[in-house]
């Protein structure tokens, strides 16, 4: 059974930093692709940054150059490190690992950037 928990939410002004990582467990190889999606109030979950075999990684345009997504396939973890936050970006972010097309989901971690 697949299990991802997410930590290193929380609050933090404008321009600041947040690192989130997320624990794996299960059957899991480095060939799955790992990623950080994000739901802000009201609106659907979308893709914030997606590592797949390579590592190659895709970001969502309004996160270029300011969030960097990593992965440690020895420990089975993913981490989103996050930079120059705006308010814009608060949401809960989950983590996501798709396996032979079925994607599984961590419980989600607030984030919360205030002006």
């Known amino acids: 059974q697949v299990q991802l928990v997410e930590s290193g939410g929380g609050l933090v002004q404008a321009g600041g930093s947040l690192r989130l990582s997320c624990a794996a467990s299960?059957?899991?190889?480095?060939?799955?692709?790992m990623g950080w999606y994000r739901q802000p109030p009201g609106k659907q979950r979308e893709l914030v940054a997606r590592?797949?075999?390579?590592?190659?990684?895709n970001y969502a345009e309004s996160v270029k150059g300011r969030f960097t997504i990593s992965r440690d396939n020895a420990k089975n973890t993913v981490a989103l490190q996050m930079n120059s936050l705006k308010p814009e970006v608060t949401a809960v972010y989950y983590c996501?690992?798709?396996?032979?097309?079925?994607?599984?989901w961590g419980q989600g971690t607030q984030v919360t950037v205030s002006s």
């Open positions: 299960g059957r899991i190889f480095s060939t799955n692709a």
């Open positions: 590592i797949t075999r390579g590592p190659n990684t």
């Open positions: 996501n690992v798709n396996i032979f097309g079925n994607d599984y």
